[in-house]
């Protein structure tokens, strides 16, 4: 049974980073997915992957999972790399390419 330990990243959908802060871990699959043939659904019966815990910062999901005795893994968090631009770059006169509706 294998611990990950990740920043989750902040949703397109939102513009607030409130879930992005804290430190997740969760455990790995130690089974497959099924298709229930009835409704369709898929379902599993892997309890622990359906435990989630939340945690300030890295150092207390790695105490977290060393007191515990869980073998974890820990992926560290992809620096964001945007160009932020404001609607009026779309109008400059040093735009580079043209400008079309």
């Given at each position: 049974m294998t611990a990950r330990i990740y920043r989750p990243a902040k949703t397109a959908t939102q513009s607030g980073s409130a879930r992005a802060k804290l430190w997740v871990l969760?455990?790995?699959?130690?089974?497959a997915r099924q298709i229930e043939p009835l409704m369709g659904w898929t379902s599993s019966g892997d309890m622990k992957s359906q435990v989630r815990l939340?945690?300030?910062?890295?150092?207390?999901?790695?105490?977290?999972?060393e007191r515990s005795g869980l073998a974890y893994r820990v992926e560290e968090e992809k620096p964001v790399s945007r160009k932020i631009l404001s609607y009026s770059d779309n109008f400059k006169f040093t735009r580079i390419g043209q400008w079309t509706h």
């Amino acid at each position: 049974m294998t611990a990950r330990i990740y920043r989750p990243a902040k949703t397109a959908t939102q513009s607030g980073s409130a879930r992005a802060k804290l430190w997740v871990l969760e455990f790995e699959p130690e089974e497959a997915r099924q298709i229930e043939p009835l409704m369709g659904w898929t379902s599993s019966g892997d309890m622990k992957s359906q435990v989630r815990l939340r945690f300030g910062d890295k150092e207390e999901a790695i105490a977290y999972a060393e007191r515990s005795g869980l073998a974890y893994r820990v992926e560290e968090e992809k620096p964001v790399s945007r160009k932020i631009l404001s609607y009026s770059d779309n109008f400059k006169f040093t735009r580079i390419g043209q400008w079309t509706h």
